[in-house]
């Protein structure tokens, strides 16, 4: 993986592959190419960024052609591992993985074939050009060949003397764009917002052909299909700077915002309606009678804060799995189950995978909680909900996260609601909150230059523990997650009551401790587990509320919130977190966007 754009045009497509690779940039990569026709196949990589690309294409001009940015999977960043591959008269990009790349190599190379890199994809190239001996037709040829691949894909196919791109899908996203005078491919709908808005989204088996003109698509056996044109409906200016330093700060202080507009439905509500996450969710919900909660990474963590929610206020177990590990295990499934899967970008391929293994499983009501519309979680769930906090480049999720837990707070209200859990007084109160969270949370956005002296002191150390209790565990987890991924500084966490079984070992006058203590009935206990570690010499940061009664002291700093927010607390405290790793991430000069060795959209597994 990670990024794929291809053009078929009556005018110079050079710079749409390039800006289109620069809007994919928030995916991740290492490496990144382009082929064209002109009228011979030229080819142009490089390692590193699409800036240096763009430099290396200066002056060229095609009016068809492929481009990629590459997250090595197999082989080391380099520029003969960067995509296109070639081979014969033909290039392809690829996104996925191919599991059986490395039969497909041994058989080919013994025709003659030979290899220059290290890749899955190269297979594919050689494949084809292999196929085309006996099937001299691209597109047959192209369909022929991805039906002998096991794995994951999302191709393009260039080729010498075709006035057409030939695609294919298979786990892997994929779209189409319609434009005037000229055809496209992407794997996200933002590398094509700069020509047109209108998308074509292929599915899982469908093999497509672009041409200036138009375009057709057939499934698996080669059967004609029709797939709708829809309206992206994301907005070029939405993925821009503008301001800002840099992504992730501007996704941070867009999170009032992206909450209100998340929130938006239930602005003028004097109840909570079932049918916010589709019209079959009334009769789902007052038959549901526990729920299991699948994703990864942050999502994970978004989950793992309904838990606390789900069981509280409905009174139904709840599990929340890694989606990753979910369908490798033997486990009880059971038919009036909810499968909720959170999911960012909705491409997720853990993800992806463990709804279909739950499906298969009988868990077939399935509910997505995600922030792309023409995503494939939102179209292969039953039930769905959209977050709208608007594209997130920035690799380390922040307003993702903040309105994946909005929507779940609202899961869990409504399900309690359906299943007569809530009172109507109760659910008016619950209401007022969710309302108030944008303005609450701008609130806690004004503490940002006290975050930054305490930012400044962390970039300094190597190590640092996160320590919660309750609902505020997963805050601490995220919090950690968020440090490690942009600053490189190694975090842990752990509930606070659990320092004593280990992790107490750690503790030092190196060790920074930070610590989330809202004013809630764990506060007491949480205040406890506090002692313990500035007895030890320990240095203790504490994100506390306006009216909990923790003092500051020698090596116990405190940053106050503004007020306390009871159960929707989580939203607000996450943000500080935020704000700390983001500071100290510039404190130490890491690339805070684009953190080494990972990408945004993890489409493989």
């Avoid at 899908?169 to 209108?198: C, F, H, K, M, W």
């Avoid at 970008?345 to 868990?363: I, M, N, P, R, Y």
């Avoid at 205040?527 to 500051?552: C, H, I, M, P, Q």
């Amino acid at each position: 993986m990670c990024g794929i754009v291809a053009a078929v045009s009556n005018s110079n497509i050079v710079p749409v592959l390039i800006e289109g690779l620069r809007k994919l940039e928030y995916r991740g990569y290492d490496s990144a190419g382009l082929a064209v026709l002109n009228p011979a196949l030229h080819r142009v990589r490089s390692l590193g960024r699409v800036a240096e690309l763009a430099t290396q294409a200066n002056g060229l001009s095609a009016t068809q052609g492929i481009a990629h940015t590459r997250w090595a999977t197999h082989g080391v960043p380099s520029e003969r591992n960067a995509h296109p591959h070639v081979s014969g008269g033909l290039a392809v990009v690829h996104n996925g993985i191919i599991e059986n790349f490395a039969e497909i190599r041994e058989r080919l190379i013994a025709k003659g074939h030979v290899y220059e890199s290290e890749t899955d994809t190269e297979s594919i190239a050689h494949l084809i050009e292999e196929t085309l001996k006996t099937v001299p037709d691209l597109f047959e040829a192209v369909r022929i060949a991805t039906a002998q691949l096991t794995g994951a894909y999302a191709i393009a196919v260039l080729a010498q003397g075709e006035d057409r791109i030939v695609v294919a899908r298979q786990g892997a996203p994929l779209l189409l764009g319609i434009g005037e005078d000229a055809n496209y491919a992407a794997s996200d709908p933002s590398a094509l917002l700069q020509v047109t808005r209108n998308m074509i989204y292929l599915e899982d088996g469908d093999v497509a052909e672009i041409t200036r003109s138009s375009c057709r698509v057939v499934c698996t056996d080669g059967t004609a299909v029709l797939r709708p044109v829809m309206e992206s409906l994301l907005s070029a200016d939405a993925v821009e700077l503008g301001t800002y330093r840099h992504y992730m700060q501007k996704e941070i202080f867009e999170q009032p915002q992206a909450l209100a507009n998340t929130l938006e439905l239930i602005g003028g509500a004097q109840s909570l309606s079932p049918n916010l996450f589709g019209v079959d969710a009334p009769a789902v919900f007052q038959t549901t009678r526990s729920v299991l909660i699948l994703a990864c990474g942050t999502s994970y963590h978004a989950g793992m804060v309904a838990r606390y929610w789900i069981e509280q206020l409905v009174g139904i177990p709840c599990s929340v799995e890694f989606a990753s590990e979910y369908r490798y295990r033997a486990s009880a499934s059971s038919s009036d189950t909810l499968v909720v899967a959170i999911s960012q970008s909705g491409e997720t391929a853990d993800t992806l995978a463990a709804v279909k293994h739950a499906t298969v499983l009988g868990q077939d009501k399935t509910l997505a909680i995600c922030n792309v519309a023409e995503s494939a979680l939102i179209r292969g769930c039953a039930l769905r909900f959209l977050t709208r906090a608007g594209p997130e480049i920035g690799v380390a999720s922040t307003k993702a996260f903040t309105t994946q837990l909005a929507a779940l707070a609202l899961l869990a209200l409504t399900l309690a609601k359906q299943q007569g859990k809530l009172s109507p007084g109760d659910e008016a109160q619950h209401l007022k909150a969710l309302r108030h969270l944008p303005v609450a949370l701008k609130k806690v956005l004004a503490l940002e230059p006290d975050i930054m002296n305490w930012a400044a002191q962390l970039a300094h150390k190597s190590h640092a523990l996160f320590l919660g209790r309750g609902l505020h565990y997963p805050i601490a987890m995220e919090g950690a997650l968020k440090l490690k991924e942009i600053s490189y500084i190694h975090a842990e966490a752990y509930p606070a009551g659990e320092l004593k079984h280990g992790p107490l070992a750690l503790v030092d006058k190196d060790m920074p401790v930070f610590v989330v203590a809202p004013n809630d009935a764990l506060l007491v206990k949480l205040k406890s587990n506090l002692e313990v570690v500035k007895a030890r010499g320990g240095e203790l940061y504490v994100f506390a509320d306006a009216d909990s009664e923790v003092a500051t002291s020698e090596g116990v700093h405190i940053l106050r919130l503004p007020e306390h927010y009871g159960l929707l607390s989580p939203i607000l405290h996450v943000v500080p977190l935020q704000l700390l790793a983001y500071h100290a991430a510039l404190v130490k000069g890491t690339d805070v966007d684009k953190p080494r060795n990972l990408a945004k959209s993890v489409t493989v597994e």
